[in-house]
């Protein structure tokens, strides 16, 4: 007989950990407390919109590639993509700035702003170049329990070159001087969940994969991405269980014996109980530990998990309007207020932003069949500090109208008196459908003392068949990480129990 693993939670990496466990010939069951799959990516459909609730960025598309090539398919087979050109516009409190897809193009736009940056721009990305390649191939594919998995000769010979001990604002200011080239390079690491100062350089490979990398957008959304690993995971034979809400773990010689659930989220009726001889956690790590686990059995204390540093929380908008904009990019981001302002209110005073930054997505833009004819689909973002509590209807009808302002003067257009659809989605919201720590939107911060080997372990220290994956373990926040975090994960439970080797 099959041996079988219960896996909690149908987000990214709780997905792909299900297909992964599934191709090394495992029973699969997958419970989710929501009515479909996707966690925090889901998608919203109200009023004739269709929103992504979550993630809206896709970049790196070799990594989607490289996953669905593991079984035999293609992202083709399940979704096309679209090139976003421009990749994004940038509005600063002069003017706007689109941000073009074709790199001689971006060289020409840098060399427009700052003689001899086109040059500068080529050398900086030969090194973020080298830093996504050794990433991808030497560093995030590690289950990040022992420091003995980096001991690879390429990997130590050029350490160096990682800049792990630089800091990508120090980094990118050795090669270009003009503020707004420096903050368009400091961008890919806003949500990593520190100052730029604070961050390793060795994320400049988000740059590397912004640029050369492109933005591109799945048809149908984001949840069309989501889609497909549940049809992958169908196609395997993986059991999912929707409205199941787990709400204890059984546990005996150290080992889960099974998992508890109750039927209807948000209602306490019978109790289902699912077998196992191992377990992944896809939903939060902090509340499988602090929630489901007896202390005895937590590998980590509340005082742990106090001292991590939060990558930002969010506030978000999905707005319909029942009229079409003019000259509406895909993605933009308004960066018309002092950028260091609200980072130091992100990342060092944690309060609510006097001025925020804030990004907009407009799919409709790209994709007709997210808004009916005629009408405009928007997805607003206010990344805030995490555990920001107090996100009350006034406090979010106040920053609404205060980025709505600023989008129509920087338009030139009125949007406000054209919403037919409005739906908010903050803390208290992360907290409750997600079971979010502090609220948390991205998980943990990229900070160096919380790369690799000093993230939560993915696998428990207390239990012996239970695993972690997602955005509070390796390697990090992202749907890229995700989805590798649920294939290390799933190597790593192979590699405890057995299974297939090819995994």
Request: with cysteine; hydrophobic share 40%; charged share 20%.
């Amino acid at each position: 007989m099959n041996k079988q693993v219960i896996i909690i939670g149908s987000g990214f990496a709780g997905l792909s950990a299900a297909c992964f466990m599934a191709k090394a010939g495992w029973k699969v069951t997958v419970l989710e407390k929501h009515t479909t799959p996707g966690g925090r990516a889901r998608q919203l459909k109200a009023g004739g919109f269709t929103f992504d609730m979550g993630p809206s960025w896709y970049w790196m598309p070799d990594v989607f590639e490289r996953f669905f090539s593991q079984f035999g398919k293609s992202v083709s087979d399940y979704y096309q993509l679209v090139r976003l050109d421009p990749s994004y516009r940038i509005y600063w409190n002069d003017g706007a700035m689109d941000v073009p897809a074709r790199y001689d193009s971006l060289k020409d736009l840098f060399e427009s702003m700052e003689p001899g940056s086109a040059k500068q721009l080529d050398k900086f990305l030969a090194e973020a170049a080298y830093k996504y390649k050794a990433g991808m191939n030497k560093l995030v594919y590690k289950p990040g329990r022992s420091f003995s998995e980096f001991l690879d000769p390429d990997l130590l010979k050029g350490v160096f070159r990682l800049d792990v001990f630089n800091s990508v604002k120090a980094h990118i200011a050795e090669y270009f001087k003009h503020p707004k080239l420096q903050q368009l390079m400091e961008f890919p690491v806003l949500f990593l969940g520190a100052l730029p100062e604070k961050t390793p350089a060795l994320y400049s490979l988000m740059n590397y994969a912004d640029i050369m990398g492109g933005t591109w957008y799945p048809s149908g959304g984001m949840y069309s991405i989501v889609h497909a690993l549940h049809k992958l995971a169908m196609e395997l034979g993986v059991t999912f269980y929707f409205n199941e809400n787990v709400t204890d773990m059984i546990i005996d010689k150290k080992t889960v014996q099974k998992v508890v659930s109750e039927p209807g989220y948000g209602h306490k009726s019978k109790r289902n109980y699912f077998e196992a001889d191992a377990v992944i956690g896809g939903a939060d790590y902090h509340f499988i530990e602090n929630s489901l686990l007896p202390k005895a059995h937590r590998s980590y204390t509340e005082a742990y998990w106090e001292k991590r540093v939060m990558a930002p929380g969010c506030l978000l908008y999905y707005v319909g309007l029942n009229k079409r904009l003019q000259n509406l990019p895909h993605h933009s981001l308004f960066f018309d207020v002092p950028f260091e302002k609200h980072c130091e209110e992100i990342y060092i005073s944690k309060r609510w932003p006097s001025h925020p930054l804030f990004y907009v997505s407009a799919t409709s833009v790209t994709d007709n069949s997210t808004a009916p004819e005629g009408c405009e689909n928007l997805f607003f973002l206010i990344p805030v500090a995490a555990g920001l509590s107090g996100d009350t209807e006034e406090l979010r009808e106040k920053y609404f109208n205060m980025i709505i302002s600023r989008m129509e003067i920087h338009s030139g257009q009125r949007i406000k008196d054209s919403i037919a659809y409005k739906k908010s989605f903050a803390y208290s919201d992360f907290v409750y459908e997600y079971n979010a720590y502090k609220g948390n939107a991205y998980g943990l911060a990229n900070t160096l003392w919380q790369t690799a080997v000093f993230k939560p372990s993915c696998r428990s220290k207390k239990v012996k068949n239970l695993f972690y994956t997602g955005q509070l373990t390796i390697p990090g926040p992202g749907v890229p990480p995700a989805l590798i975090s649920g294939e290390v994960v799933a190597k790593e439970v192979v590699k405890a129990y057995g299974g297939k080797n090819d995994v």
